[in-house]
């Protein structure tokens, strides 16, 4: 394996990294398991569910912050690996070298097949280009984040979904202009890994149509569906198109299924 990569199963976030490998070929270790058993976890290097020795030392449970409750198991080093304590976290062979934020973790990707493919661009200018991209596409999710959480736990507030809602509208009028006239892809005339990264973003983002009935609890609406898609056809066309690429196509389209079924 080139990377190690543990996080909940399936997580929109490492598809930028998985993408992106079967472009340039790069081989990842993928450990991780659904999102209501990782806290029967170890969180390190060598990921694992959690041996009755484990989870009786006090001194690997830490206290859950985002998108989990109750207590994580820890090790040192995970946390020394990846300060923050999140996942998605990966790792270099030896685990001696942590990357944390998926969008760093895809670039490390893309950095390890650059010989095979040239997916972060050519030069100085065109690969801060698509990093400007991938910065837009953090800044949107966060509120993104913040909106499916409160969505998944039934605590939805109309300003959690306003910002959602802001924030959305910001990213796409951004995109929608990238595109324009008719571009194929964000940056240059080939895929980059800012394009893998929005349509993760966007492909998570979809997600909220599983909450429809929650959010006319509040009176509100989902904020994508058909009249956000009519007032970014560029952004809706290159999304429908690069699900159906194949190299993104195993991972979105069962994703987008479910969540198109439950909507
Ligand atoms: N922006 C980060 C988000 C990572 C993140 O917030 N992960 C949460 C789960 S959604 C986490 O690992 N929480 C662990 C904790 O609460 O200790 C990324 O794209 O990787």
């Known amino acids: 394996m080139d990377i190690r990569i543990f996080s909940y199963l399936p997580n929109p976030r490492i598809w930028k990294a998985t993408i992106t490998a079967r472009l340039c070929g790069v081989e990842i270790d993928i450990r991780g398991a ?3 058993n990782l806290p029967d976890w170890l969180w390190d290097f060598d990921a694992h569910p959690l041996t009755e020795a484990e989870r009786n030392d006090s001194s690997l449970a830490r206290e859950a912050r985002t998108g989990f409750g ?15 304590g999140t996942v998605p976290a990966a790792f270099n062979p030896d685990g001696k070298v942590g990357i ?3 969008n760093s973790i895809m670039r490390t990707v893309a ?6 493919a040239s997916l972060y661009g050519n030069d ?12 837009a596409s953090l800044v949107f999710a966060r509120d993104s984040q913040i909106y499916l959480l409160s969505l998944t736990r039934g605590k939805v507030t109309e300003e959690i979904h306003q910002r959602a809602h802001d924030a959305f509208h910001t990213y796409l009028r951004g995109l929608e202009q990238a595109l324009s006239p008719d571009c194929r892809y964000l940056v240059g005339d080939r ?13 998570l983002f979809s997600r909220e149509r599983n909450y429809a009935e929650k959010l006319g609890e509040i009176d509100r609406e989902c904020v994508t569906g058909s009249e956000t898609d009519e007032m970014y056809p560029r952004v809706s066309a290159f999304f429908e198109s690069l699900c159906q690429h194949e190299a993104f196509a195993p991972d979105v389209l069962p994703y987008l299924e479910k969540t198109r079924a439950s909507a």
Not at 70 to 84: C, S
Not at 111 to 116: K, M, Q, T, Y
Not at 124 to 135: H, K, N, Q, V
């Open 70 to 84: 109750g207590k994580l198991y820890k090790t040192d080093a995970f946390l020394e690996a990846n300060p923050f």
């Open 191 to 203: 895929l980059s890994i800012a394009d893998i990264c929005v349509v993760a973003e966007l492909a």
């Open 100 to 102: 944390f934020e998926s």
């Open 124 to 135: 100085p200018y065109s690969a801060s280009r698509i990093d400007s991209f991938l910065d």
């Open 34 to 36: 659904a999102p209501h």
């Open 111 to 116: 950095r390890l097949g650059a010989d095979r």
